[in-house]
């Protein structure tokens, strides 16, 4: 690994080149017994007059969840998958970076930057990284290989929280995976991200159009989501359409995001005591946003992995004040820039809200490429790991 370049950060002047730290990420022996007291002393609600997750998730689900978190959890099993894994951090503007770095074996791979969202993490993105470090196992070809990197976001897993809100914009986020990628030696590279990674994407794309080859993003990126007067121009019937659908949308399932755009404390606070709370919560939205079976064993594992994750760093609490600073400038999301890197822009039929018209990504970007995923949902590295990977894969080799 080649890390010893000098970056800079958004506004920060020169910043000094720090070399990458290997780390044990696996929680200590007490760390665990603690959460499993905490798990087998849990209280519920009483009894519901209903019990489904259209009013949340059912207090059922929980109990069983919670249960099988403190039973039959294999937390010997998280640590060692853990340590499997090559995780690095590296001091960034006086904070800590968190990041996988996996290294392709063939010998022309390309360097590949991606974001995960929330409520997630760096875990959503481990499905992914044999289909593109070795796609001729999974259906490509070994010219399509890339090296990834994967880092976590300020105040997820092990990268710190940061001092100031400004940091945690999109587009800060942006910059500072500029200058990691130049610490691993990477001065052209290309990127992809899903939900807050998506917004991270394309600002990178934006921004340092010199190094970024080229910007792969979920639906996400669009600024019709949730400012849907930005666009210049009268709409059409297709996208009024789609817009009504995600305001009933948000109307119905958009509570969490006004709760945590607004008083992010408030749930921080709850979450950072009840490891119920962290999983009522989070578990809500996987059900609610992917194809996933929380029920299925493998997925149940998954879910329960990513609560550990979040319970063991104390990084709830953090993770949601990103909400608190989508809207600080330059706004969560870019604009039509002719100078950008080139986008491309992917969609599914189960993603929030479903699939888009074309156009609005037309609108914002310059000349997008657009595809549509048949299968999978807001979790899409770990939903269909292969349709991601083979949709960046060929998007790299239509910009080749």
């Known amino acids: 690994m080649n890390a010893g370049v000098t970056g800079s950060g958004e506004g920060g002047g020169a910043v000094a080149a720090h070399e990458p730290q290997v780390f044990d990420p696996a929680p200590s022996d007490a760390e665990v017994a603690g959460l499993v007291a905490r798990l087998q002393a849990a209280r519920f609600p009483a009894r519901q007059p209903v019990d489904d997750w259209q009013a949340g998730t059912p207090v059922s689900f929980a109990r069983e969840l919670v249960h099988a978190w403190a039973t039959t959890f294999d937390f010997d099993q998280y640590r060692a998958e853990l340590r499997a894994l090559p995780h690095f951090r ?13 290294r392709s074996p063939h010998r022309d791979a390309r360097p590949i930057v991606i974001t995960h969202g929330w409520p997630s993490s760096f875990l959503e993105i481990v499905p992914l990284l044999e289909p593109l470090t070795k796609p001729e196992l999974h259906g490509g070809r070994v010219e399509d290989a890339f090296h990834v990197v994967v880092p976590s976001m300020p105040g997820f897993a092990y990268s710190d929280a940061v001092a100031n809100l400004e940091q945690l914009t999109a587009a800060s986020i942006a910059d500072r995976w500029r200058v990691l990628m130049a610490r691993l030696g990477y001065q052209s590279f290309f990127a992809s991200g899903g939900d807050i990674g998506a917004r991270v994407t394309a600002w990178l794309a934006v921004r340092h159009p010199d190094a970024v080859r080229g910007a792969h993003v979920s639906t996400n990126a669009l600024s019709a989501v949730r400012t849907p007067g930005v666009h210049d121009g009268a709409l059409t019937a297709e996208e009024e359409q789609w817009l009504a659908t995600m305001a009933k949308w948000d109307q119905v399932d958009g509570a969490y995001h006004h709760l945590q755009a607004t008083k992010p404390l408030t749930a921080a606070l709850a979450v950072a005591d009840s490891p119920v709370a962290l999983a009522a919560w989070v578990a809500e939205k996987w059900q609610a946003w992917s194809n996933l079976d929380l029920t299925e064993d493998s997925t149940r594992t998954t879910l329960l992995s990513l609560l550990t994750l979040y319970w063991t760093t104390g990084s709830f609490g953090s993770s949601v004040m990103h909400y608190y600073a989508h809207d600080l ?63 960046i894969r060929e998007f790299a080799a239509h910009l080749r």
Do not use: K, N
């Open 90 to 102: 590296v001091e960034i503007d006086g904070t800590w970076t968190h990041f996988l770095h996996v």
């Open 329 to 391: 400038p330059p706004g969560p999301r870019p604009m039509r820039d002719p100078a950008a890197a080139p986008i491309a822009v992917y969609a599914s039929e189960t993603e929030i809200g479903g699939v888009p018209p074309r156009s609005l990504a037309q609108r914002q970007y310059h000349d997008p490429r657009w595809s549509v995923l048949p299968r999978g949902g807001h979790f899409m590295a770990t939903e269909e790991p292969d349709l991601l990977a083979q949709d």
